[in-house]
């Protein structure tokens, strides 16, 4: 069963760049025939989930134009790892951050535990 | 982008009861539309694909239906476990988007 975990700083200065990784174990982020899709997903305190945006097995990604480009998402499959960059980041991107799976059923099948990343001087 | 209305956004129940969440979609979405349980402090649980496909491990009580721009969550035989907030999700278009949850409480 594949598991996923969330890592990185908690806080982060408005302006700057949030940086967080997901370490995936399990099974493998660049495994062509499981056809996973590996995201980030985000969800402010009290309030719902926002698609931040997804890295394939090829290395192929999407993110949510509402993000206006600010996201980088990359992977490192030595490290069985994916990673997310939100740069310029306001008090707005303060969110608990889960790193999730898109499996060959479409839906976010496995989830990490989230990380709340706080924006603030 | 898909706009996932949910309805209603809070739902008194009692355990043994049988409860009905609605999702409505902005357009057409086939039948690609999964379901989430979230309970407080905890990542989101998977329950439904494709509609109203189970996932493995949940239990029978939850069901889906629905197609096109209207979807449905039935939760039969209400259980203390089950006092939670629902989401629903498309995956039909990009980008992803989630129903603004349903709060199922005592």
């Known amino acids: 069963q594949v598991q996923l975990q969330e890592s990185g700083p908690g806080l982060v200065k408005p302006s700057e760049t949030l940086s967080l990784t997901c370490t995936v174990s399990?099974?493998?982020?660049?495994?062509?025939?499981?056809?996973?899709?590996w995201n980030w997903v985000r969800q402010p305190p009290g309030k719902g989930l926002e698609w931040i945006g997804s890295?394939?097995?090829?290395?192929?990604?999407k993110d949510n134009p509402s993000l206006k480009g600010r996201v980088t998402l990359s992977s490192d499959t030595s490290q069985n790892q994916f990673s997310l960059r939100l740069s310029s980041v306001t008090d707005a991107d303060t969110a608990v951050y889960y790193c999730?799976?898109?499996?060959?059923?479409?839906?976010?099948?496995?989830w990490g535990q989230g990380t709340l990343v706080t924006v603030s001087p | 982008d898909v706009q996932m209305t949910q309805s209603p956004p809070i739902l008194s129940a009692s355990v043994g009861d049988r409860v009905t969440i609605t999702c409505r979609a902005s357009?057409?979405?086939?039948?690609?539309v999964a379901w989430y349980q979230q309970r407080p402090g905890k990542a989101p649980k998977f329950l439904i694909y494709?509609?109203?496909t189970l996932e493995s491990g949940v239990p029978s009580r939850f069901s889906g239906s629905g197609s096109g721009t209207e979807f449905t969550l039935t939760i039969s035989n209400l259980q203390p476990e089950d006092f939670a907030t629902y989401y629903c999700?498309?995956?039909?278009?990009?980008?992803?988007?989630f129903g603004q949850g349903t709060k199922v409480e005592i």
């Open positions: 999730a799976r898109v499996s060959s059923n479409g839906g976010f099948d496995s």
């Open positions: 399990g099974g493998s982020i660049s495994d062509s025939y499981s056809f996973s899709y």
């Open positions: 890295i394939s097995y090829s290395g192929n990604t």
């Open positions: 357009q057409s979405i086939a039948i690609w």
């Open positions: 494709k509609a109203s």
């Open positions: 999700q498309q995956y039909n278009n990009y980008p992803r988007t």
